[in-house]
């Protein structure tokens, strides 16, 4: 019969046991762990096929590398993998205006433009709370230029950063409107690119060219003294206001074929809400490509903006 030593003896040794099965289970794991990441690394570095590179991205957004037995000191961070998804795909589609560049002596990445200096750079930061996603940031700034959630294939522009960053911080003391125009037309090609590719829902806001896009106004019962301005600033470049044809508002030509409106666009019945136009024959003329070629337009908008900003997703955008 054993004795109460031996009894201690096995159970001890049994303990020990399991303690290293549960350590080696640990380190599996935490390797298998970090073998599917390079796996999903491969696919979103290689890969051509763009629903590969979608779904790779979606789970590197997400994935948490350490374990309680594994760690690795050097990693990328999560927003980090929606900036090498961005110019992936903006690569798949010759497109290389956004430089993917990292930080010295740490794996942290972020998007420069050859078009803008270098004390502008770009960035995305993940929203934590419960609605996902994350926003493209201009980092000296802090301007959101627009919010994207890759499962939901979702992607909204903010008029308020473009003309804070684009107009105010860039036009306005400087830069000119081609190095402008070509980071614009890289981040509207990634927008075009989100939803040819993957049917994403895009807003894009400001941005928009085609003819039956309606601008909303942050001021739904705008004030007819602001409209009354534009009257007077349009004589002075020698410009005619007309009344809108399509309602109670004015219309403006600037020129040839392209014409600005600004109207109630309220349904018969309905409260006010006010709205911009903008149409030409070939539908390549948005709102903002009006702020950046005509200066009288530009200042009347900025002078008035508590009004007449463009309004953004509320969902996204406070």
């Not at 301007?143 to 499962?151: D, K, P």
């Not at 001021?219 to 349009?234: E, G, H, M, P, Q």
């Not at 409106?261 to 018969?268: K, M, P, R, S, T």
Request: include cysteine.
């Amino acid at each position: 019969m054993a004795n109460n030593t031996d009894k201690q003896m096995d159970t001890a040794t049994l303990s020990t046991h399991g303690k290293l099965s549960t350590f080696n289970e640990g380190l599996k794991k935490g390797l298998a762990n970090g073998e599917k990441f390079t796996a999903l690394m491969d696919q979103l570095i290689d890969t051509t096929d763009g629903e590969t590179l979608l779904a790779a991205a979606q789970q590197l957004a997400d994935f948490k590398l350490d374990t309680a037995y594994v760690t690795f000191p050097h990693q990328y961070q999560n927003a980090d993998y929606y900036l090498i998804f961005m110019s992936r795909l903006l690569g798949m589609h010759g497109d290389e205006q956004a430089v993917l560049n990292s930080q010295r002596h740490t794996e942290a990445l972020y998007h420069v433009y050859g078009a803008l200096t270098d004390d502008y750079t770009f960035l995305y930061q993940v929203v934590n709370n419960g609605n996902g996603g994350a926003y493209y940031r201009e980092q000296t700034t802090g301007e959101n230029l627009f919010y994207i959630h890759l499962e939901r294939r979702l992607l909204r522009f903010n008029s308020s950063a473009f003309t804070n960053l684009f107009i105010n911080k860039l036009l306005l003391k400087g830069t000119g409107v081609d190095q402008i125009n070509t980071v614009l037309a890289t981040l509207i090609k990634f927008g075009h690119c989100l939803q040819d590719d993957f049917g994403f829902n895009v807003d894009f806001n400001i941005l928009d060219v085609a003819n039956a896009a309606k601008y909303e106004l942050r001021s739904a019962n705008l004030d007819r003294a602001i409209v009354d301005k534009l009257f007077v600033s349009a004589a002075k470049n020698e410009h005619m206001l007309r009344n809108s044809q399509q309602g109670h508002g004015a219309q403006i030509e600037l020129r040839a074929g392209l014409t600005v409106d600004i109207f109630d666009a309220a349904e018969a019945g309905g409260s006010q809400q006010w709205v911009l136009t903008v149409h030409d024959p070939d539908q390549a003329v948005s709102w903002f490509d009006v702020l950046l070629h005509f200066g009288f337009m530009r200042d009347w908008y900025l002078e008035n903006i508590d009004s007449l900003e463009i309004k953004a997703d509320p969902l996204v955008f406070a």
